[in-house]
């Protein structure tokens, strides 16, 4: 449950293999660490099966601190929209006009070098 919850995974191993098992993991070179991927999506969405915890109040804006990363990482979220009385109820959506629904990934993240970085898509 804690894995899931976290997005990461479980693996059993008998404990004659944990050496090798422990090698393969660490044989993954680290390619950024301290890493904080934040995805902010149009207010007429909001996200699904999120914590409250990683949302905002409006549930527009995800926050997942991801700590080191390796070519191996992934990031995956869903999202819908938002329930149709509460679209109605917002007087600066008009859905007749809605053409696109925009969302932006801002990643944080320390450099091998030691350099902080920010990556922007859109």
Known sequence: MLAELTGGNVER?????LKDNFA??????VIA??????????????????PEA??????????RDMGNVTEDNEFTFEYTLKPL??????D???????????FQAQITYTGL????????IT
């Open 92 to 102: 600066d959506l008009d859905l007749t006009k809605v053409t696109h629904l925009p």
């Open 24 to 29: 393969n993991i660490l044989a993954k070179p």
């Open 85 to 90: 009385d509460v679209l109605v109820e917002m």
């Open 54 to 63: 990683h949302l905002s109040e409006d549930k527009t804006m995800l926050v």
């Open 113 to 120: 070098d030691g350099g902080k970085y920010i990556r922007v």
């Open 13 to 17: 191993v008998s404990p004659g293999n």
């Open 33 to 50: 660490s301290q890493v904080c991927t934040r995805v902010k999506i149009h207010k007429g969405m909001q996200f699904r099966n999120e």
